[in-house]
């Protein structure tokens, strides 16, 4: 992918170039020359390149309802790939009909759908081409506005380039991404950034006790890792948010192996731990005031001779033995151990995990919904706030005493796999068992970091780098 951070600029005035122009349904009439109002109807993201005013303009609808946060970054999104597909070097993105309606904050879901919209994978093969996207300058902005305007076009470009980090990790293949070599991109992306990295080796883990990490990473002959990654822009402040964020970045099952239908989506499995990444870096980008820790356990959950088993009892960095009762919910296990570690040696004064954890909550809310589990109201009303302003969709999930019952083991402190189903809910309750008191919100993106066809026009087939958003917007509360 292509990081260079000034593709979106905003202009004082417009452009002489090709121009790019929203259109609000019902409101295109007066706008286009006579002869033309058959080639576009202003449907939500109906595009069409007509002559306005005298100059070639790319039309995008608007359609007819109001819109909302991810509506505008679609409709960024269309226009910036359009203008992509037809070779056009530089454009003048008229926002004005959008800032109309959402007012300026609006310029940060533009750029970051503008940015989004021309993601393209990484390839393997003999041609590698990669071609810039158009240079983008917005128009349409007041003139009180334009200070305020710049300084958001900055952020969203430091976050959209955290979302593209996290997406490019996911969409590697597995052979691509060992463990260590998951290690080494996200160092490589902190390079030159107020970040401390520190990547634990598996001796190193061996020595901690992260034995719940290293049931499942020493099941390959390929070694598990954990990272530590330390960003204090508030250095004056009590409060470290920890994220911790599980990397599995190959997931057969284990024992309990996953199904051939599932086995090309295993690559995939450390989706939170590329979200967490990929927050760090916009964070310290934008040199929010803030002070975040995270902790990204990495390991291949593989089939070995030494593989642990269903029926096992294992322990854990925490102390807290585990009953193993099944091996493909190995994610769990691991964020256990970091999360553990995060609370005890990092110090963090409230957790948030994240993880494609289970396949109950695609069945539960699908592929534009990520579940959540929080057990203290402050934290989680901080967490609202914040995918407030991001965009993304979220929705609380609820637990009682009987839901803990379920995990309950009879040959130890506690079992990996419900007894009775709510399968959500109790994996989250699982790793809830080793925050140790602190303020804890877990986030089940197994639904929302991949499509097999985009939800959005934002999207791309494959990783979405769910998560990134919410979790800068979160770690800035204090600027909010």
Not at 2 to 22: C, I, K, M, P, Y
Not at 54 to 74: C, I
Not at 188 to 214: Q, S
Not at 274 to 280: K, L, M, Q
């Amino acid at each position: 992918m292509v990081w260079e951070e000034d593709f979106v600029t905003v202009a004082a005035e417009d452009s002489q170039g090709f121009l790019v122009q929203f259109v609000k349904k019902g409101e295109q009439e007066g706008l286009l020359q006579e002869g033309t109002e058959e080639f576009f109807d202003a449907s939500f993201l109906k595009t069409a390149v007509l002559p306005v005013n005298g100059k070639l303009t790319l039309l995008v609808g608007m359609g007819e309802k109001s819109l909302d946060k991810m509506k505008v970054k679609e409709l960024a999104a269309k226009a910036a790939s359009e203008c992509q597909a037809r070779r056009i070097k530089e454009v003048s993105m008229d926002v004005s009909t959008l800032l109309k309606e959402q007012g300026v904050e609006a310029v940060r879901d533009i750029t970051e759908g503008a940015l989004l919209g021309n993601y393209c994978q990484i390839r393997f093969g003999e041609e590698q081409k990669e071609e810039k996207p158009c240079k983008i300058w917005l128009s349409g902005i007041f003139s009180e506005d334009l200070s305020h305007a710049k300084s958001l076009v900055k952020e969203a470009g430091a976050l959209a380039r955290g979302v593209m980090f996290a997406r490019d990790m996911v969409n590697l293949p597995g052979n691509r991404l060992r463990p260590e070599e998951f290690a080494r991109q996200v160092m490589g992306r902190m390079e030159g950034l107020p970040v401390e990295c520190i990547c634990y080796d598996r001796d190193k883990l061996k020595e901690m006790g992260m034995e719940a990490l290293l049931a499942v990473g020493d099941s390959s002959e390929y070694a598990p890792c954990m990272m530590v990654l330390r960003y204090q822009g508030a250095p004056g402040e009590r409060r470290i948010t920890g994220l911790v964020g599980k990397g599995v970045t190959c997931d057969t099952g284990g024992y309990c192996l996953k199904a051939a239908s599932s086995q090309l989506g295993i690559k995939g499995d450390m989706a939170g731990g590329a979200a967490v990444a990929g927050t760090i870096y916009a964070l310290a980008q934008t040199r929010a005031k803030t002070n975040v820790t995270a902790v990204i356990p990495m390991v291949e959950n593989r089939i070995s001779s030494g593989s642990f088993l269903p029926g096992d009892v294992i322990s854990s960095y925490a102390g807290k033995t585990i009953e193993i009762g099944n091996t493909d919910a190995e994610g769990r296990l691991i964020l256990a151990d970091a999360v553990a570690y995060a609370v005890d040696q990092e110090k963090v004064t409230e957790v948030l995990d994240i993880a494609t954890l289970t396949g109950a909550v695609v069945g539960m809310l699908g592929f534009s919904i990520g579940g959540v589990l929080c057990d203290d109201e402050s934290w989680y009303e901080e967490f609202q706030r914040a995918y407030d302003v991001s965009g993304e969709r979220y929705l609380r999930i609820p637990f009682y005493e009987e839901h803990e019952k379920m995990i309950e083991s009879e040959l130890a402190d506690v079992r990996n796999m419900s007894s009775d189903g709510c399968g959500t809910i109790t994996a989250g309750l699982f790793i809830r068992k080793f925050a140790q008191g602190r303020p804890w919100l877990h986030l089940d993106i197994a639904g929302t970091a991949w499509v097999g066809q985009p939800v959005f026009a934002f999207q791309s087939k494959g990783a979405t780098g769910a998560g990134v958003t919410t979790m800068y917007q979160l770690c800035c509360r204090k600027e909010k």
